[in-house]
Structures are given as structure tokens and as C-alpha cells.
């Protein structure tokens, strides 16, 4: 019998950790509960922005994933769990033995496009210092990224 799961594990996003993700009622969220605390109980943690950053720019595989985030290879397997319990993503195998998946946006993932194209312009303006050499630099918005990769 545990033979039979182990085959089923997948070393890729299958981890210790898993922090799930699934819409609470606001009742239950601590201090003053809206849509925004909702939110970002279900996406706020760093790298699953970055997650789904990677994914609306093209990136759809696992290694791919990581080296854009710069995150903890744990940290995203976690992640992509919980993103795809969540519904924000969506895995698909593209290989057997050992089984490896490709992720995609769900439609709840692409709806987070005009998020990340707020959160890139108000980083621009105002989490960038302005003597960085790179913040003249032309950052294409992920709605224009995610159209272009998607042709």
C-alpha cells in the first residue's frame, strides 16, 4: 500500500508544507473583514504573486517557475499547490516517469492580470528607488505580456 502512493507522489509540488488556500467566509477573517483581507488571504503571500506572475509572462514549468521568482524551490512546490487548490492555476502532466506538470492561469488566475499591472505601475512610481539605474527600464504590463505569449 505504500508502494502504491509513493508512485503517486509527485516530487515536483507534492511537499511537508501545504497552506492551502480556499475562500473563507469574512467572518472568520481576523480584524476588519472585507474583500481585500479575502484577497489576500488566498494570494497576499509573496511568492504567490510572483507565481502567477511568472505564469501570465510565459513561464509554465516547474524549473521555469522557480528561476524567474528567485524563490525556494520548497517554497514554490507550496505555492503551487495551494494556488491550484485555490483555483487560481491549473497543472497538466507533459511527461510520465517521474510525472512532471505544466501550470497555467485558470480564468480566477488571469483576473489577478490587472492586479499584477496595478501593483507593477505603483512599484514603478513608488517602491523604486529613484538613483536605480533599471527604473527607466520599459516593464511591459503582464496583461500585454500574457496576450503576447498567448499567440
Not at 33 to 52: D, K, Q, T
Not at 68 to 76: E, K, L, N, Q, V
Not at 88 to 102: D, K, L, S
Not at 103 to 130: C, F, I, M, N, Q
Request: glycine share 8%; charged share 25%.
Amino acid at each position: 500500500m505504500f508502494v502504491a502512493q509513493m508512485s503517486q507522489f509527485d516530487f515536483q509540488t507534492d511537499c511537508g508544507q501545504t497552506d492551502a488556500m480556499t475562500p473563507a467566509p469574512l467572518a472568520e477573517l481576523p480584524g476588519r473583514p472585507c474583500p481585500i483581507a479575502a484577497a489576500l488571504e488566498l494570494v497576499g503571500e509573496r511568492w504567490a504573486l510572483l507565481v502567477v506572475r511568472e505564469l501570465a509572462l510565459g513561464a509554465s514549468r516547474f524549473t521555469d517557475i522557480v528561476a524567474g521568482t528567485g524563490a525556494p524551490r520548497d517554497r514554490i512546490a507550496a505555492r503551487l499547490k495551494a494556488l491550484e487548490s485555490a483555483g487560481v492555476i491549473a497543472r497538466t502532466p507533459y511527461r510520465e516517469g517521474p510525472v512532471r506538470y505544466e501550470y497555467r492561469l485558470t480564468e480566477s488566475g488571469d483576473a489577478l492580470v490587472p492586479v499584477l499591472d496595478a501593483l507593477l505601475d505603483w512599484g514603478k512610481r513608488h517602491a523604486v528607488a529613484t538613483d536605480d539605474p533599471d527604473r527607466q527600464r520599459r516593464y511591459r504590463p503582464m496583461s500585454e505580456a500574457k496576450a503576447k505569449g498567448s499567440r
